[in-house]
């Protein structure tokens, strides 16, 4: 199982002013990348710079940046500026990182609503069967079945980062039989930052509970040179969706 940890003390991290979240390393910049001197970046240095910054995005691959890049620009001026500073604010990052199943709102709004902090689980059927097809008795009646959590920030109404962590699983009856491998992705438009994460782990927990888990470690760099982790998990039975947290 993952190891959680918290690498940089909170103390520090609030009085340097870290930016909210993590970006795509394979998709970072020379003016968008973290860096030692605690600079901030130049891509969020004016809204022209950003709009560079998801064009060389979109360049790189990213299909999404294109959409993205124009919803941002629809914004009205003050608002871009606004969202600029906003994305450069560590006191959002601490509710996105630590949003814990029972503990506080699925969703909270701050700034007056500008930035909305929210966090859900899907779940369903698998279209079809895994696991290489196996059949006979011990196949026989048992369904193959998913389900996701995940934890989005929107700035503006736009949805500037999410992380999504996944299980597969297959179940008989009531019974959890199998988890197949799990899975987890991201998107984010914060520049100057870093998203790593870990390989994904899961497992069967123990009667009467039987529940399929997946779980990832995500590691967060700022432009500041600060890094933070957060545990993100999910968790299924045969009736779908039970519960999932992400948190440092």
């Known amino acids: 199982m993952s190891i959680h940890r918290r690498r940089i003390a909170g103390l520090l991290a609030a009085a340097v002013g870290a930016t909210v979240l993590a970006g795509l390393p394979s ?6 990348s973290p860096n030692a001197a605690g600079v901030r970046p ?17 360049d790189a691959g990213d299909g999404d940046a294109v959409e993205y890049s124009k919803q941002y620009q629809a914004l009205p001026a003050e608002k871009q500026k606004k969202y600029l500073e906003y994305i450069n604010d560590r006191s959002y990052f601490d509710v996105f990182a630590n949003a814990v199943e029972g503990k506080g709102a699925a969703r909270t709004v701050m700034a007056g609503g500008d930035v909305v902090v929210s966090r859900g ?7 079809a069967q895994q ?5 006979g008795p011990e196949a026989a009646g048992s369904r ?3 389900a996701s959590h995940w934890v989005k920030v929107k700035y503006f109404g736009l949805e500037a980062t999410r992380v999504t962590v996944k299980t597969s699983y297959r179940v008989k009856g009531k019974n959890t039989t199998k988890v197949h491998p799990g899975t987890a992705w991201h998107k ?3 520049a100057g ?13 123990a009667e009467p509970a039987d529940n399929a888990h997946s779980e990832t470690v995500w590691t967060f760099e ?20 039970k519960g999932g947290y992400l948190k440092t």
Do not use: C, Q
């Not at 870093?194 to 994904?200: K, M, S, Y």
């Not at 432009?223 to 957060?230: A, F, K, L, N, P």
């Open 27 to 32: 998709a970072a910049t020379a003016d968008s």
């Open 42 to 58: 130049a891509a969020t240095a004016s809204p022209n710079a950003y709009v560079d910054w998801l064009k060389a995005k979109a």
């Open 121 to 127: 689980g899907d779940s369903g059927p698998e279209a």
């Open 222 to 241: 700022w432009w500041t040179g600060i890094e933070d982790t957060g545990r993100h998990r999910v968790w299924a039975d045969y009736s779908g969706f």
């Open 193 to 205: 930052t870093e998203l790593t994460r870990t390989p994904v782990d899961e497992w069967i927990s």
């Open 188 to 190: 984010n438009y914060i």
């Open 131 to 135: 696991g290489g097809g196996e059949s």
């Open 144 to 146: 193959d079945m998913w």
